[in-house]
């Protein structure tokens, strides 16, 4: 297969974490006999600085040129820390999402065993935790209509949301059920927000064309505690944008990282890749950024366009990292020296030497001799 993918570094450790990725890519098209071609361009506080645009016309035109996009992360202490910002790396996020289509965002959490201990989470509560979360992405209060009064004493956001921006990622969520564990849970706040309302009549109406799958419901509130206390429960998590990110983030803390957790953006025609941490500023250039969550968006990448094979290889890897403790600081902090690009370089390795990437691999990277 040949792919064109855009590649958006973004800001912070973005281009670190995104270095990796395409190394992981690389090794697979090596492996399996597929082209993909990378081009870069400038989005974020980065692209700021080029052009004063956060999104250059630019590099929108390639994202729309090409077959996917692989982006790493943005964001920058100066914009972060000054409310008053007319120009955010953030506004070129929201665009990018609103002019390509992409209406869903899927995220998976997973408790990896090896990890357990890792999560500030009781082990006994989380072990064997595997959800899909499925957040509208285009829609809602992020883009709704923004209001100052002229004293500047008084704001508002519209909350809006049509019909058909709710089927359309509630199908997508039943299809992802029927091949997982057949349960999807919408989460919203009907007992206040009449888009909630909304929500839950579309979705049951849509629930009626996928009889095999059950469907459920949970305060937006209450859904925040289960997770914690019983995230096993849950299997697809359908919700709106807002909801989607508050939640996404929380779960992040299950497995133990936040740099674990990859994410998919799709739509009609297009479909965005990326980790869901942010650009970690304080990280930037040390070596010690988590690439995982960037090389699972990439996994994810090569499922979209049903490589299963090579994706679940790439995931292979990821676990096998994880089980001999080839990880960044985050996840292994006793006199670890591994940095983001040996961990990238252990994923390649393994990939292209899937029977012999063990124990030698990791000896090696930690200085101490070994007979091969």
């Known amino acids: 297969m040949k792919l064109n993918?855009?590649?958006?570094?973004?800001?912070?450790?973005?281009?670190?974490?995104?270095?990796?990725?395409?190394?992981?890519?690389?090794?697979?098209?090596?492996?399996?006999?597929?082209?993909?071609?990378?081009?870069?361009?400038?989005?974020?506080?980065?692209?700021?600085?080029?052009?004063?645009?956060?999104?250059?016309?630019?590099?929108?035109?390639?994202?729309?040129?090409?077959?996917?996009?692989?982006?790493?992360?943005?964001?920058?202490?100066?914009?972060?820390?000054?409310?008053?910002?007319?120009?955010?790396?953030?506004?070129?996020?929201?665009?990018?999402?609103?002019?390509?289509?992409?209406?869903?965002?899927?995220?998976?959490?997973?408790?990896?065993?090896?990890?357990?201990?890792?999560?500030?989470?009781?082990?006994?509560?989380?072990?064997?935790?595997?959800?899909?979360i499925y957040r509208e992405l285009t829609g809602g209060i992020y883009f709704g209509e923004k209001q100052l009064s002229e004293d500047g004493n008084i704001a508002?956001?519209?909350?809006?949301?049509?019909?058909?921006?709710?089927?359309?990622?509630?199908?997508?969520?039943?299809?992802?059920?029927?091949?997982?564990?057949?349960?999807?849970?919408?989460?919203?706040?009907?007992?206040?927000?009449?888009?909630?309302?909304?929500?839950?009549?579309?979705?049951?109406?849509?629930?009626?064309?996928?009889?095999?799958?059950?469907?459920?419901?949970?305060?937006?509130?209450?859904?925040a505690m289960q997770l914690i206390l019983n995230p096993k429960q849950f299997d697809v998590i359908l919700t709106e944008n807002m909801f989607g990110d508050i939640i996404s983030d929380e779960a992040s803390v299950i497995g133990g990282s936040?740099?674990?957790l990859a994410s998919a953006s799709v739509g009609d025609k297009h479909a965005m890749f990326e980790p869901i941490h942010g650009s970690y500023p304080q990280a930037t250039g040390k070596g010690i950024a988590n690439p995982i969550a960037s090389i699972l968006s990439a996994a994810m990448l090569l499922d979209h366009f049903e490589l299963h094979e090579e994706a679940e290889m790439v995931r292979e890897a990821v676990e096998k990292s994880l089980q001999l403790e080839i990880t960044t600081p985050d996840l292994n902090s006793k006199n670890n020296t591994i940095t983001t690009s040996k961990v990238g370089d252990f994923i390649e390795d393994f990939i292209n030497n899937p029977k012999d990437s063990n124990l030698n691999f990791a000896n090696i990277h930690l200085g101490q001799s070994t007979i091969i």
């Not at 990378?38 to 980065?46: Q, R, T």
């Not at 790493?72 to 999402?97: F, M, S, T, W």
């Not at 979705?203 to 996928?210: C, F, G, R």
């Open 156 to 223: 508002s956001d519209l909350c809006e949301y049509s019909r058909e921006e709710i089927e359309r990622i509630t199908h997508l969520a039943f299809k992802a059920a029927q091949t997982r564990q057949k349960k999807v849970t919408l989460v919203d706040k009907a007992n206040v927000l009449e888009t909630s309302r909304l929500w839950r009549n579309v979705v049951k109406q849509v629930a009626e064309d996928y009889p095999d799958v059950v469907l459920d419901f949970l305060f937006v509130d209450n859904a």
């Open 258 to 260: 936040i740099g674990l």
């Open 5 to 132: 993918i855009a590649v958006l570094s973004g800001d912070g450790i973005g281009p670190e974490v995104t270095k990796e990725a395409i190394k992981t890519l690389k090794a697979i098209a090596q492996e399996f006999d597929h082209t993909f071609n990378f081009k870069s361009a400038s989005v974020g506080a980065i692209a700021i600085d080029e052009t004063g645009e956060p999104l250059p016309d630019a590099t929108l035109d390639l994202c729309k040129h090409s077959d996917a996009v692989l982006f790493g992360a943005i964001g920058d202490p100066k914009y972060d820390n000054n409310p008053n910002a007319k120009v955010r790396p953030e506004q070129g996020l929201l665009k990018l999402r609103k002019e390509l289509g992409l209406y869903a965002n899927i995220r998976p959490v997973k408790a990896y065993d090896m990890l357990l201990s890792q999560s500030p989470l009781k082990e006994e509560n989380i072990k064997g935790t595997d959800i899909s």
